[in-house]
């Protein structure tokens, strides 16, 4: 038996209204099937369920206001049956916590950095904060992901065999949602989000900053040539020439790919780009863009374009909303040449891209003009130092020069 | 389509109809026809490359990045068409 709970999707995020089941008891589900539409600060996401099973029981009515990690639903797995004796276990209230992301049990997958030294222990980054709040020793407990990694439901059941279940009541999940919310209140609601992720980051998270110029001639050129090859609904848009460098740069330099959660750096295998997007009525959404490093030109366009398309129509899934790894801002097209990002807190960096611009340029004793970028790097201090972001621009460079061989 | 002849009257309330679909706030009453469209409209590359392709569906008109700087003002791209389609 399992328990679905509200997600978090961002840093931001403290509740959300429960606008529609997609499933009932006795449906089945697979890990990443579409349970729910949530209405959020940032439109109605449609939530997705986190492992196989069955679903046994709905325990949220649609319009109810659920604060983040209030049960939902309960699950039982496909295999074992349901024992029909088990009282409702509900493990010690997990007090939702509105500043703390929770990475969601899709990331079970990325675990802590691959340079397992000795006897390191593989733990999912949900599931270290788990036990650290349930007081579970993580050495007790025994890992059932991949590579014997350690996940949530690991957690949650060392914490059900460790202590007999308090009759303690969860925070009531049940609290009556306003009227259908209207444009001002949902700008309001965005407004707050933004405030209190960006409040918090420039609290926490010691920003350095650098920058570099890159020469855009190569990469512009191939782009021009692609282009005149494709219709114009396949066209490619330079953005994504500079999600993929970005992708491709964090491979060579993966330190920048990660979160800060309990005063370590956690770097993620997967490398999910949370691209800002702009929406007309005012706010940002920085939904992800998931493996940008695996997907070619063609695919990342059309991610970019689904993504753009569903942001703006507030239509986003969950997992978009909450794996980021690190956050990619351009702004050149409203003509400004630098930025200077704050950070998505847990993620420890944010790449922000200016306007192409033709400038001077010297190479090689030659003076000429040449179509040139400004990329910054926003990064967290406590997770890396400005040599290994010098490291990341250099990279970012040199994969941008070598946009043909990407 | 392409055996009536369009008024440069019909290409303008095209144009207008496709871009207030990207920018349902735009106030076309008062908009200069001869100022940068898409910073009046706060028009990005993506929401311009969608007009692009909104433009070719109705008039059949797949226009090169390297024509993209013609395309400033509304009334550029009213001429930009014309020449196109005649």
Known sequence: MSEYRMPSLGADMEAGVLVEWKVKPGDHVKRGDIIADVETDKGIIEVEVFEDGVIDEILIQPDTKVPVGAVMALLHSDVTRPEPA????????EPPHPAEPQPTGRQAVAVSPARTNGHRIRVSPIARKLAAELGIDLKT???????????????ERAAALKEKP???????????????STIADFQ???????AAAMARANREIPHYYLETQIDMSRPLRWLEEENLKRPIKDRILPAVLLIKAVAKALTDVPELNGYWLDDQLQVQEAIHIGFAIALRQGGLV??????????????????????????????LR?????????TVTSLGDRGV??????????????????????QPWAERGMLGLRPVMTATLAGDHRATDGLKGAQF?????QRLQEVDKS | MRTMTITEADLQSTIFRLLGQIAPEADFETLDLNVDVREALDIDSFDFLNFLIALDEVYGVDIPETDYGKLVSVEDIVQYLQARIA
């Open chain 1, 393 to 397: 621009l250099e990279a970012l460079t």
């Open chain 1, 141 to 155: 407990v025994q890992g059932t992901g991949p590579n014997g990694a350690i996940n949530r439901e690991d957690i």
């Open chain 1, 86 to 93: 088990v009282t409702v276990e509900r493990a010690t209230p």
């Open chain 1, 318 to 326: 969950s997992s978009e909303l909450s794996d980021a790894t690190v």
């Open chain 1, 286 to 315: 920085t939904p992800a863009l998931h493996h940008a490093d695996l997907k070619s030109f063609d695919e990342l366009m059309a991610d970019l374009r689904d993504l753009i398309t569903r942001t703006r129509a507030g239509r």
């Open chain 1, 166 to 180: 308090k009759a303690e009541a969860l925070p009531s999940p049940v609290e009556a949602a306003g009227q259908p």
């Open chain 1, 188 to 194: 309001t609601g965005m407004r707050r989000a933004i």
């Open chain 1, 337 to 358: 040449e630098k930025v200077y990002g704050v950070i998505y807190p847990p993620q420890v960096a944010l790449v922000g891209f200016g306007k192409i611009m033709e």
